[in-house]
């Protein structure tokens, strides 16, 4: 399953950040592998929302479609009171303690859209019901069910508008939830053998990002790369990202995040260099799961 194929050396097209129905993008995980078949990728990255349950079916679809794929995960955590996403690669999916932080955050999100729907109710008709509807292959429950919910109604166009106008952190019926201080995730990713990166680390229009001092201190807590590259980066942000990295001497990458219908995202929009994926799978416990 690993190190057959050498991705250095060729013009490899790696897109290792997207998501399916496993959490909040609208495709099953075999239906991501043929849409990134379909988008010429040679490397997938499926990164659910504090989930590999999708690994398995995509996993069986790499015969088929010839894409190999990248086993992560975004794990949910918080930094001094910022929600900081950090992507999880090829750590080992049995490990306790990973599994532990995964399945609280994700318990905790469930209560979260409980209590969201609760607070959207007083104002537009909305049901819990509704959002299940939204969710039935989903292991991890967000705010883009709630979103998807909200369209069905027809309160609202599609999940931009959900999340302009309903579901923005800063309106009146948003709720946190729990999830782990991001240094402590970044030890427990390294203790499962997996390889840590910080996701759209300025992507600040959904919120408050870290300082450049903080993903310092991450780096040394073992943080191994940024991703720099994604539509959610101000041209500036990504320059200052890209000296970042160099100073700190950890790798960068670029993904679409791509969640099917759900965002605008296409397959292929940002994409990570093979010297990068090598390392990524040097540092890792497992390999890709190649064709
Ligand atoms: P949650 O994980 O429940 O806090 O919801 C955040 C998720 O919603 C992220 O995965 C984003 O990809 C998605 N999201 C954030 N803003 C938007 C938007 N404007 N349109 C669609 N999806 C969004
Ligand atoms: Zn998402
Ligand atoms: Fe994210
Ligand atoms: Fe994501």
Redesign the pocket.
């Known amino acids: 399953m690993s190190g057959g194929r050498h991705y250095a050396g060729f013009v490899a097209r790696i897109d290792p950040h997207t ?1 399916s129905a496993a959490s ?1 993008g609208t495709e099953s995980p075999t239906a991501l592998m043929r849409a990134a078949a379909a988008a010429g990728l040679d490397v997938l990255g499926l990164t659910d ?1 504090d989930t590999w349950q999708g690994w398995e079916e995509a996993a069986a679809a790499v015969a088929d479609t010839g894409v190999a794929l990248l086993r992560g995960a975004e794990l ?1 955590t918080i930094s001094h009171g910022i ?1 900081v996403h950090l992507l999880s690669y090829l750590h080992d999916p049995t490990d306790e303690e990973l599994l532990a932080e995964a399945t609280a955050a994700r318990e905790s ?1 469930v209560h979260r ?1 409980q209590r969201m729907v609760t607070n959207i109710a007083r104002d537009f008709e909305l049901t819990w019901h509704d959002v299940m509807a939204q969710a039935t292959d989903a292991v991890t429950v ?3 069910h709630i ?1 998807d919910a909200l369209v069905a109604r027809g309160h609202v166009a599609d ?2 508008a ?3 106008e309903i579901l923005h952190p800063h309106g009146p019926y948003y709720v946190p939830y729990y999830a782990p201080d991001t240094a402590r995730a970044i030890r427990l990713v390294r203790a499962a053998g997996g390889v840590p990166a910080m996701a759209h680390p300025r992507a600040s229009a ?1 919120g408050r990002v870290v300082s450049q001092q903080v993903i310092a201190d991450l780096v040394t807590a073992g943080l191994a790369g940024l991703e720099v590259y994604h539509r959610d980066h101000p041209p500036e942000a990504v320059a200052q990202l890209e000296d970042l990295a160099r100073e700190l001497g950890v790798f960068v990458t670029g993904a679409s ?1 791509y ?1 099917g219908a ?2 605008p995202n296409r397959l292929g929009e940002h994409l990570t260099s093979p010297e990068v994926l090598e390392q990524i799978i040097v540092q890792g416990r497992l390999g890709l799961v190649e064709p």
Do not use: M, T, V
């Open positions: 998501h909040d929302h949910s929600s999100r859209a967000g705010r883009p979103a999940r931009a959900a999340f302009a959904r995040d969640h759900g965002k």
